[in-house]
Nanobody
C-alpha cells in the first residue's frame, strides 16, 4: 500500500515564505514524477510545479514562476515546495501527486489529502 502525505501548510503574511513537504511511503519500487497542485475555493485545481525523480526536469505554472522552487530528496521519497513572495491569491489547498510503481502493484497515480496554505495579513 502506498501513502502520500503533505505537511507544512499554515498561515503566512503577504510577502512571506513557507515550505511544503510531501512524502511517499509504502511498498514503492520506483517514483517517476512528483507534482504539486492547488485548489482555491470555487476554482478548479491548478498545476503548480513538477519534478522528475532524477531532478533534471522541473516545470512550473505561470502564476508561480520565479517565486516557488520544487526540489526532492530521493532517499526520503520526499518532494518539497519552497514558496516565497507569497500573495493572497496563493491561498489554496495544496495537493501532492505522484506517479509511481509499487512493489506489488502496477504504475498508478496517487494523491495526498492536501494541506491548507493561507496568505493573509
Amino acid at each position: 500500500q502506498v501513502q502520500v502525505v503533505e505537511s507544512g501548510g499554515g498561515l503566512v503574511q503577504p510577502g512571506g515564505s513557507l515550505r511544503l513537504s510531501c512524502a511517499a511511503s509504502g511498498s514503492i519500487f520506483r517514483i517517476y514524477i512528483m507534482r504539486w497542485y492547488r485548489q482555491a475555493p470555487g476554482k478548479e485545481r491548478e498545476f503548480v510545479a513538477a519534478i522528475s525523480w532524477s531532478g533534471v526536469n522541473t516545470n512550473y505554472g505561470d502564476s508561480v514562476k520565479g517565486r516557488f522552487t520544487i526540489s526532492r530528496d530521493n532517499a526520503k521519497n520526499t518532494v518539497y515546495l519552497e514558496m516565497s513572495s507569497l500573495k493572497p491569491e496563493d491561498t489554496a489547498v495544496y495537493y501532492c501527486n505522484t506517479i509511481l510503481t509499487g512493489n506489488w502493484t502496477g504504475t498508478n497515480a496517487y494523491w495526498g489529502q492536501g494541506t491548507q496554505v493561507t496568505v493573509s495579513s
